[in-house]
């Protein structure tokens, strides 16, 4: 089992919709999470991060995390082609080692 | 600008050719961290520091890898005798300062081994 896992999508949404994006991790002592977006031939940048149970909002963005599931998502409100990118999940390790997913791809549909 | 630098942004080598890439963090940022992305991955660890202490470096990493932040300031990450294999991006990214937790990257270096 890989210790971050995401859908490699593409992910299909229509603009002004809801995007779900989720994401699992296998290493039960991982502290905190992270979600970054990367556009083709760029770095990734960081949309936010999470290290409590429940949800934390910041502005469209809203990450959601389940400790004892595993498990943290990514919804994005009100969909925009500019938020076509792929969507990376990322989780720091007791040992303060960060661990990426593949990511998901995203593709707002105008 | 006083996000990460990375030089060069590019680079091209012959197989067997050593190479050496520069990351320059945010000036108060503690901690760097180096990764390699190929395409349809998403980063892969290979190492870190804390100040001028490497902690951790990656079991994928061959001994042709070897990475430096002498002053913990600027990195800089060499790999010897170059493979086909190793043609990705390098990234390099920081955190610390007020918001630990927080990584930003740099633009990365592409290599292309020939």
């Known amino acids: 089992q890989k210790e971050v896992e995401q859908n490699s999508g593409p992910l299909s949404v229509p603009e002004g919709a809801i995007a779900s994006l989720n994401c699992t991790y296998s290493?039960?002592?991982?502290?905190?999470f992270f979600w970054y977006r990367q556009y083709s031939g760029k770095s990734p940048e960081l949309i936010m991060f999470?290290?409590?149970?429940g949800d934390k909002e910041d502005g469209r963005f809203t990450a959601q995390l389940n400790k004892a599931s595993q498990y943290v998502s990514l919804l994005i409100r009100d969909s925009q082609p500019s938020d076509s990118a792929t969507y990376l999940c990322?989780?720091?390790?007791?040992?303060?080692?960060?661990?990426f997913g593949k990511g998901t791809r995203l593709h707002i549909l105008p | 600008d006083t996000g990460v630098s990375q030089d060069p942004r590019h680079k091209i080598t012959k197989r067997g050719q050593n190479v050496t890439f520069r990351c320059d963090p945010i000036s108060e940022h503690n901690r760097l961290y180096w990764y390699r992305q190929t395409l349809g991955q998403g980063p892969e660890f290979l190492t870190y520091?804390?100040?001028?202490?490497?902690?951790?470096k990656s079991r994928l990493l061959s001994d042709r890898f070897s990475a430096e932040r002498p002053k913990g300031s600027f990195s800089t990450l060499e790999i010897q005798r170059t493979e086909q294999g190793d043609s990705a991006m390098y990234l390099c990214a920081s955190s610390g300062g007020d918001t630990p937790l927080e990584q930003y990257f740099g633009p990365g270096t592409r290599l292309t081994v020939t």
């Open positions: 990322a989780v720091m390790r007791r040992d303060d080692k960060i661990i």
């Open positions: 290493d039960r002592g991982s502290q905190s």
């Open positions: 999470i290290y409590s149970n």
């Open positions: 520091f804390q100040n001028e202490a490497q902690l951790e």
